[in-house]
T-cell receptor
Framework: DSGVTQTPKHLITATGQRVTLRCSPRSGDLSVYWYQQSLDQGLQFLIQYYNGEERAKGNILERFSAQQFPDLHSELNLSSLELGDSALYFC????????????FGSGTQLSVL | AQSVTQLGSHVSVSEGALVLLRCNYSSSVPPYLFWYVQYPNQGLQLLLKYTTGATLVKGINGFEAEFKKSETSFHLTKPSAHMSDAAEYFCAVSENQAGTALIFGKGTTLSVSS
């Protein structure tokens, strides 16, 4: 158990809908990272937050947004969903804003039908 | 910009055989390099990392990797494969500076046969 909790584990929705994925980092970790894993694209970095502030941004679509709250949990919001958004979304956390070691959650499997 | 190339999306070995998973990277500054493993239905776990210092790094489960700057490589090896090593392995690179990301390769699936 990595200590990173992601909910829900599975999510099935329809095109055009909006969903929210939630991540609770390990106790004491200040940084949260979101990754999207799909068969064709592999593991793509989306965005990183550190202590509530956006730290780094990757290939995150404009339809997607994220935030980190004062209690350090994070949410990834996906809107106007398309079939191609179906993927496994991982959250990871680390103690600092660097990449010394990331702890990954088990992921949220999103299926857009 | 950083990038990672993992040669071979699928590697098959027999139990007891040498495991060699290849990774080449591109980075404009001295890189931080990582290998992560993903078992079915689980998140990624750190196997080992290179930041500075000794270029041969040892990780968990008997894996090791060597940073070769001249070859821009960070190949992962294990002398003797075990059935439990079957998983997907990801090489990753980071410049470990604020505002940069940890970039993963596309992964290599390791199969181990008895």
């Amino acid at each position: 158990d990595s200590g990173v909790t992601q909910t829900p584990k599975h999510l099935i929705t329809a095109t055009g809908q909006r969903v929210t994925l939630r991540c609770s980092p390990r106790s004491g970790d200040l940084s949260v990272y979101w990754y999207q894993q799909s068969l064709d694209q592999g593991l793509q970095f989306l965005i990183q937050y550190y202590n509530g502030e956006e730290r780094a941004k990757g290939n995150i679509l404009e339809r997607f947004s994220a935030q980190q709250f004062p209690d350090l949990h994070s949410e990834l919001n996906l809107s106007s969903l398309e079939l191609g958004d179906s993927a496994l979304y991982f959250c990871a956390s680390s103690a600092s804003g660097g990449y010394e070691k990331l702890f990954f959650g088990s992921g949220t499997q999103l299926s857009v039908l | 910009a950083q990038s990672v190339t993992q040669l071979g999306s699928h590697v098959s070995v027999s139990e007891g055989a040498l495991v060699l998973l290849r990774c080449n990277y591109s980075s404009s500054v001295p890189p931080y390099l990582f290998w992560y493993v993903q078992y079915p239905n689980q998140g990624l776990q750190l196997l080992l990392k290179y930041t500075t210092g000794a270029t041969l790094v040892k990780g968990i489960n008997g894996f090791e990797a060597e940073f070769k700057k001249s070859e821009t490589s960070f190949h992962l090896t294990k002398p003797s494969a075990h059935m439990s090593d079957a998983a997907e392995y990801f090489c990753a690179v980071s410049e470990n500076q604020a505002g940069t990301a940890l970039i993963f390769g596309k992964g290599t699936t390791l199969s181990v046969s008895s």
